[in-house]
């Protein structure tokens, strides 16, 4: 029996990777067949109907939240100065209480920083 994932590869052409300028040009083609503008105008409108669209600029927060330094993902919090030097052909070992086993969203322990 045929892979059903590479026939559907047929009719979908853009489900594989294509060089940036060339996925570019296909882009700005498909945009130029379907007639869209070049630029929209900006609008100031009330967030409750800001749904569905995108910002004209970078929107940025007046503070931060959570309002301290959290965790991005689980995993281990140490002091960055510890690592310095660590690569894939040069390991640092880290001893107990030189690391804290951290969990997404949690505060970073107090003295560490990455």
Do not use: K, N
């Not at 880290?94 to 003295?111: E, F, M, Q, R």
């Amino acid at each position: 029996m045929a892979d059903p994932g590479a026939r559907g590869l047929a009719v979908r052409p853009f489900l594989r990777d294509r060089p940036p300028d060339e996925a570019r040009q296909a882009w700005a083609e498909a945009c130029r067949a379907a007639g869209c503008p070049d630029r929209v105008e900006a609008v100031r409108l009330p967030l409750s109907e800001a749904l569905g669209r995108v910002t004209a600029a970078p929107v940025v927060a007046t503070r931060s939240s959570p309002p301290f330094d959290a965790a991005a993902m689980d995993g281990v919090a140490v002091r960055a100065a510890d690592t310095l030097g660590a690569s894939d052909s040069t390991p640092v070992h880290l001893y107990a209480g030189t690391w804290a086993v951290i969990d997404t969203g949690d505060p970073l322990p107090d003295g560490f920083d990455a």
